[in-house]
C-alpha cells in the first residue's frame, strides 16, 4: 500500500494521493484500504515519510560514491 501511494505520488502528485487511487492501483476496495489506516491523513503521513526515508537514503548512497 505504501510502496503504491509513492508511486502514485510520482506520476500524479500528492493531489492523486487517495485511496480510491491506492485501491484502484491493487485491485481492491477503497474500504481495504481504510481498514490499514486510522484515517486518510495517517495513510498520507506514512507515504510522505517513507517517501522522505527513500530520498534520505538515495542522497546518502550518491554522497557515499
Known amino acids: 500500500v505504501i510502496n ?3 508511486d502514485i505520488i ?3 502528485g500528492i493531489s492523486g494521493l487517495t485511496a480510491r487511487n491506492i485501491a484502484k ?3 481492491a476496495s477503497p474500504k481495504v484500504i481504510f ?4 484515517n486518510m ?3 498520507q503521513v ?5 517517501c522522505y526515508a527513500y530520498h534520505l537514503s538515495y ?3 550518491e554522497m557515499e560514491k
Open 10 to 12: 510520482r506520476k500524479d
Open 4 to 6: 503504491q501511494g509513492i
Open 59 to 61: 542522497l546518502k548512497r
Open 25 to 27: 492501483n491493487l485491485n
Open 41 to 43: 491523513q495517517d495513510l
Open 35 to 38: 481498514g490499514l489506516f486510522l
Open 46 to 50: 506514512q507515504v510522505v515519510e517513507a
